[in-house]
């Protein structure tokens, strides 16, 4: 009975007049975006106050506050890496804080020589995360040896300094973006929710564009086919693994596909208006079933296969890669319905470029 | 009896429509709108940066099946051929070295529009064959530089055909694009408008409307209406001028709705060609007002000729009719194919098939080496545009060029006769995406050409 009444309000609402995108962007602005961005911009500030309190007092306790407070802020990030526009694309965000592999060379160099310029663009390679995976972590990530590091080695003085730089440039950044999108700061927020259009430079257009580009490149490719070895003429590279030091690629590869699906569905700290409701609204079919369930569906099976992925990823990728590449391939699949069938169905433009439809 | 005056009328009607004087005025003004949006065409393509991003830029270029050889000339010459485009577009509006001018911008228009099939719009193909028509028509004989320069040239009249070629290939274009409207998904489904318009309810006021299925309908069917008969609305006299109406409003309402460009506007100018001679007179007289032009500029159609009929060179008549025929037979071609038309895309090009279909596709390739039977993917948007990458997703000729530019990629790298398989999915007029191209074909052992494509996988399997 239930059912039957939510179907017929289904018919009712794919014949009645409009999605209106104006709600739409306003809950992901103001209850996805913001509020991701102030949760990252506040663990990076944390994390810089545990890196300040480990310089001083070097131990493994505070060692492990670091640490802890590095991984948190990470998760953090998994959940921004999708908007990519506007003021991260500004500010190049994404990739001057989370390039990797990193350069262990231009690290070392950077310690011994003492003198870098971390807001070089060649310097993304030595800094972001990815950086302090390789501190707090490093070949030898045994709490007495990495401690020994900061506390007793010849440079241990010049890796404090290190850390600290490291730390305080990604905190600046995570801030900086913030201050862009936040009310109170730049308000791009208020540009964003007023450009309610469907083109390139539209709101929904520059999210969604962003967003799947970066579900291509950085996710289904950055963290999980590119060590599996899917572009390298099938030869792993274990050593291009997100968090590989810490060995927590894994943890961190579901802990972004959680922010796709709080993306798509809208679902920030209470349950809004996201993709689902909109192509709900516009009654997008596929192959007979709802297109909003069906991408629900495949990004829960992303997420189930991802985390079946047995950790440390780097290993796996040589020993076991059969559960990655099924992984690899159920994102593969969720490309293909974010790209080709949601944006068809949503009318999303890709290109400024006239077209006459063919 | 009425089978011979049937024949005599066809012939006279014929004969009046090719040989007979006509004023010249109408071919005049044409001349000079089809210049004039040229050079404001090229202007928006160079300003928006476009030359540098669809010319310059990508690394791979998709050209068409028998023009291999049109190849990108570099940022110099991207940059000339779009130089000479704008002076002989210019050249057409003026009428100053009129045949060099137009026989400059058709070459250096289709030249630049065969060097890759991504950037294909029947609108530029509209263009390429009004430039070729230009080049024969004498439209520069009044209201022209040259006719400044050699006054001899000056006529009141031209043959009949110069003025009825252009009206045919207007009619072409609209009868032929009414016609590819007439297929189940357009009229019974409203797709794709069904899936464009409610994209645009962020519009004022007409916004909720065109999220209504209602309005996709309504919009589908006039749309058809429209194209399939405003030219001859436009032909009568008497309806003339609602029709003209007609064709403003149905642009304009394109043009608001869809990134179609400068269409719409090139469109509502060339149709001004159907108004009558006396009219065209009188927009040209006041033009010469406005700019202080002597009057003279429009001479006089000359009365004393009572022959009625022109000599018209036979090849020239000649030619046209073929133009005409390939013209009328080439949207047809589709049917000499198996499979659906929008799916297969096999005949789809050259045949005003405008706004027909939301396609989609996403395609990723798996590359084999024979000799290590190693397999890796590339992903096409690394050697590819956004534009390129979304127009080969749901083409099959684009998909196997790409795959031929792997293998050459990679025999160069020192691998030879690499193995390339498309994994491609694609969605058609809201259809759930489906497997594309099979992917167990190895494309670099597929040829391009006319055959069918057997390879590409069936709509409905």
Known sequence: MISAVAASCDKESSNSPGFDRGPLLENLGVNIIVPAYDSLARRAARL???AIEFTETRNEQTLGKLRDAWLSAYVAFQHCGYFNFGPADNLIFNASVNTYPIS??????????????????????????????????????DAENVVELFDSDDEASARRQYLLDVVEDLRARCDAVYERWSPAGDNYLGTFVSLTGNDVGSATGMLLNGAIQYCESDVRDGKIGIPLGVRSLNVPIPANCEALYAQQSILLAVESIKGLQNLYLGKGKTDGVGFDDYLTALNARHNGDALASVIASQIDLALTKIAAIPEPYSETVEQNPDPAMAAYQELQ?????????????LGILITYQDNDGD | MTAISLHSRLVNALRSAWYEPTPIAPLVTFRIVFGLMMAISVVRFWANGWIREFYIEPEVHFTYYGFEWVTAPGPVGMYALFGIMLASAIGIMLGWRYRLSAALFFLSFTYVELIDKTYYLNHYYFVSLV???LCFVPANRAFSLDMLRKPTLAAGEVPAWSVTILKLQLAIVYIYAGIAKLNAEWLLDAMPLRIWLPAQSHLPVIGGFLSTAFAAYAFSWMGALYDLTIVFFLLNARTRPWAYIAVIGFHMITWMLFPIGMFPFIMILSTLIFFSPTFHTRLLERLAAVLRLRLNTIPRPDTSNTTKILPVPRIITGFMAVFIVIQVLAPWRYLLYPGDLFWTEQGYRFSWRVMLME??????FHVEDPITGKRWDVMPGDYLTPIQEKMMSTQPDMILQFAHFLEEKYRAEGMNDAIVRAEAYVTLN???????????VDLTQERDGFRHKKWIVDLNQ
């Open chain 1, 48 to 50: 810089e106050e545990a």
């Open chain 1, 104 to 141: 262990r060379i231009k690290i070392d160099d950077n310690i011994s020589s003492g003198s870098y310029d971390l807001n070089a663009i060649s310097s993304n390679s030595a800094k972001g995360f990815a950086a302090l995976d390789y501190l707090l972590y490093g070949e030898n990530p």
């Open chain 1, 333 to 345: 699949k969720l490309v293909v319905l974010l790209k080709a069938d949601m944006m068809s169905a």
């Open chain 2, 131 to 133: 430039a070729l028509l």
């Open chain 2, 359 to 364: 396609k989609a596709g996403y395609v990723v």
């Open chain 2, 430 to 440: 809201g259809r759930g995406s489906r497997l594309f191209i099979d992917d167990q």
